[in-house]
DNA sequence: TTGAAAGCGCTAACAG
DNA sequence: CTGTTAGCGCTTTCAA
């Protein structure tokens, strides 16, 4: 609370403070169309000695145009999500468009609920993590005649439009450098995966990379909820308790490779020379680690930014043509616990 | 792109296709007022074949209410931002009110222009963090007549209410817990503070106690940008070599305090007994490292909650009596790097 | 360069 | 229980 007004200013305010017709405020106030120098700053004087703010709501339905941009994402405690929305902000802030953030908590019907939530403010554009939906979410989609741009992941049909990188790829490409620098006993560990597709993706090419070779994952551990470096810890030492031969450990995410980092300088392991070990992210929150843990960069800043350039062209620019699919390549980072010497 | 028809479906289609008045939809689909089962189900049926989505845009400025709840953080990437949206949420999921988050930069600029942007939405109420604001800034809330919850310090004076914890308090206590445990010669980190006033307090807050005590930092060291790991590490070297003698370094976040740890950890330094460390936020990440570091928690969930929960009551009640500053109790916790045996 | 009229799609308020 | 009427505050369109 505050003023003691209930009721908010509107044009009609301004208009009468400053003499003006609401029309010829409503000009000055969006810059639109010409209007005198003189009338222009009795109306912008009053406005602002009276405090007006527009309201968005009503100029909305007038114009039914929204400059909203939709960003619907898994989790905002995931690292990777922020720096997208950083990459989706950094472009859209030199456009009139704003990115509205909605979190579905990696749950299908969660995310359905968010997506209509969004839909009903008849947004300009909507971001999406995943090419996983639920059919009623498609169908929105679909129904709701903007562009929709999925991001993160390219293994699968857009509805509109993706932007992302590979994740079965990636985790072929993981596996494959793997092999190459020697190492056979390798365990896997990452989140409980039924509703993170792209961790499953990573996982089944990495497993699909590694027959080819007629090598097999030796075991895995999975983990949810909790402290990712605490989890990498634990799963690391309960892992080589069980298979103690292993050589190599391969992490669905950087944090819980951190982990197991510690527990591994720990045990005193030699890193790389007896056990070698990689994650999934390219987090710079890793950089000062006693080693620089292998990983494979996701794109994220780059996803952002290239998914927001395609919505904001496609507001431009409804009739442009589309490209389906922008697949952005992920390059693998070595640090020092790939590189056997 | 998707529907080839250009016109968003309204209330009137659906009014049509179910032969039930506007009105009469309107209120099936707000589950306002008495409506026939049987009329009920068409009106359902109908809105569902066609895939109708409401316009709240509409909706909004006919009644003259937006379920919208305007958060305002400095950042994503601070973890503890995450949190505290999380706190939030966890909240508003029980009520019709929905957080939409604006992002600042910690630039009292930027936070004016979002703050202009979401109350031209006309939202139902603010949550913004910090007590510090431009004049204008602090005008708009003033005039705009609704609930404005400012977050995470509370010192200082509300514009309506807050919440949060004494960050003046929490460094002084600091202070205190480590003079308690003999340290003397205690070293500073922190980021460069000219915009992040809590960390600013807290360091106030520190020396202040130091001071009654007669002790003084030896020296002080300041960062901005780049991995908070690595420069922890980087300024921990610097300041050791610049002041062997130091018998405790104190962080401003726990992400630097962590990089502090590993150098210390790197040169085989007795902790806690040759140098003590502490950080600050008590963030879950830090479970797994090789200390536990000892930190002091910010109350970042909670103060979300609360917050959210002041907003959700007002917004029921807007004549309710209000608390102004609602400060809550951060505790210290020792880990194994502040104790000494 | 300015103004007047007519809605945008929905809901409050009131009738029936 | 259902429908009718009259806007919400702004912008589009057209006229002056």
Redesign the pocket.
């Given at each position: 609370m505050a003023s003691d007004d209930p009721?908010?200013?509107?044009?009609?305010?301004?208009?009468e403070a400053s003499?003006?017709?609401?029309?010829?405020?409503?000009?000055?106030?969006?810059n639109?169309?010409?209007?005198?120098?003189?009338?222009?700053e009795r109306v912008l004087e009053a406005a602002k000695t009276l405090g007006?703010?527009?309201?968005?709501?009503?100029?909305?339905?007038?114009?039914?145009?929204v400059n909203l941009v939709a960003v619907i994402i898994p989790s905002l405690r995931n690292m990777v999500f922020p720096e997208v929305m950083a990459g989706i902000s950094g472009v859209l802030e030199d456009t009139e468009l704003q990115p509205v953030v909605g979190v579905t908590d990696y749950m299908p019907e969660k995310e359905e609920r968010v997506l209509y939530e969004m839909l009903s403010w008849r947004p300009s554009g909507v971001i999406v993590a995943g090419l996983e939906h639920t059919e009623a979410s498609i169908a929105m989609l679909k129904a709701s005649g903007i562009p929709v741009v999925e991001i993160m992941d390219t293994d699968g049909k857009p509805i509109d439009c993706a932007v992302g990188i590979s994740h079965r790829r990636a985790g072929r490409e993981m596996a494959r450098a793997i092999l190459k620098q020697g190492y056979q006993r390798i365990g896997f560990m990452g989140t409980k995966m039924p509703l993170d597709h792209r961790a499953r993706k990573r996982f089944e090419g990495f497993t699909e990379a590694l027959a080819k070779e007629g090598v097999e994952i030796v075991t895995q551990e999975f983990y949810s909820g909790g402290s990712a470096l605490a989890k990498g810890r634990e799963m690391t030492r309960t892992m080589l308790e069980r298979e103690p031969e292993l050589d190599f450990l391969y992490y669905s995410n950087d944090m819980i490779a951190a982990g197991g980092l510690m527990e591994l300088l720990d045990q005193g392991i030699d890193i790389p020379g007896q056990i070698g070990i990689a994650g999934f992210n390219g987090v710079e929150l890793l950089d000062g680690l006693p080693r620089q843990v292998a990983t494979m960069d996701a794109c994220r800043t780059e996803i952002g930014t290239k998914a927001a350039q395609v919505i904001a062209a496609r507001v431009e620019n409804p009739d442009a043509e589309i490209e389906r699919i922008m697949e952005l390549t992920p390059r693998i980072s070595y640090g020092d616990t790939l590189k056997r010497r």
């Open positions: 009721r908010p200013l509107t044009l009609r305010d301004v208009s003499g003006v017709s609401e029309m010829t405020v409503s000009r000055v106030l969006r639109r169309g010409d209007v005198s120098h003189a009338t222009r007006y703010v527009p309201n968005k709501i009503a100029g909305a339905l007038a114009s039914q145009r």
